[in-house]
């Protein structure tokens, strides 16, 4: 069955260190992976998506079919990086398709 | 254009009373969804639809109904709330095509005592 892990509820880090929120897949297709972040107030809205291989805000996620992770990176972390994360996966049907969610990771940048 | 759009922001419910949340969306995209966000639990899809007169349950459908007359609209429907249907839920919506990226409603927070 389709999965999305994330091991993390909650990571604090300092400002200016590295970020690592950890993203594991289980899923018998090909798979299509996205990062979606909710800051305070705000609603969810996507971040990055594996098929676009882009850096947004600092953030750069990679695709590890071998791992079947998804983890998203960013070198410095800023106080406005603080947010709920969530990866979430496709899953296509024949006519559907839908997102599955992780739980998601509380980021908190700590000044 | 006002993306997704969700009415109401927070309601109270008693036990065993019936509600509608509403959901619009203005971009004209086929695709529809109902999600649940409950603490640590992360969105769990409800019920979803692919166009017009099309809807279909997914993961955690039982106690709620929804119907899609139109494209614009997909309403969720609580027939007798329970404490377990407090949560916040989330509506969203896609184009046919494209990047595959969900555009979010605001979110409505409902609380059942």
């Known amino acids: 069955a389709q999965r999305v892990t994330q091991p993390e509820k909650l990571l604090s880090v300092f400002k200016g260190a590295p970020v690592e929120l950890k993203c594991n897949y289980s899923y018998s297709g090909s798979p299509e992976l996205f990062w979606y972040v909710q800051y305070s107030r705000q609603r969810l809205q996507l971040l990055l998506r594996h098929i676009s291989r882009e850096s947004i805000k600092g953030f750069t996620a990679d695709l590890n079919k071998g791992e079947t992770s998804f983890h998203l990176k960013k070198p410095f972390a800023q106080e406005e990086d603080s947010a709920m994360y969530y990866c979430?996966?496709?899953?296509?049907?024949?006519?559907?398709?839908?997102?599955?969610f992780g739980k998601g990771t509380k980021l908190s940048v700590i000044p | 254009n006002a993306g997704v759009t969700q009415t109401p922001k927070f309601r109270i419910l008693k036990i065993g009373q019936s509600m509608t949340l509403q959901c619009a969306q203005d971009m004209n995209h086929n695709y529809m969804y109902w999600y649940r966000q409950d603490p640590g639990m992360g969105l769990k899809l409800i019920y979803y639809s692919v166009g017009a007169g099309i809807t279909d349950k997914g993961e955690v459908p039982n106690g709620y109904n929804v119907s899609r007359s139109t494209t614009e609209d997909f309403p969720l429907r609580l027939e007798l709330a329970a404490p377990s249907q407090t949560s916040v839920y989330f509506c969203?919506?896609?184009?046919?095509?494209?990047?595959?990226?969900?555009?979010f409603g605001e979110g409505s927070r409902l609380t059942v005592l």
């Open positions: 979430a996966l496709i899953m296509r049907g024949a006519g559907s398709y839908q997102l599955t």
């Open positions: 969203a919506s896609k184009g046919q095509g494209g990047t595959g990226e969900l555009f």
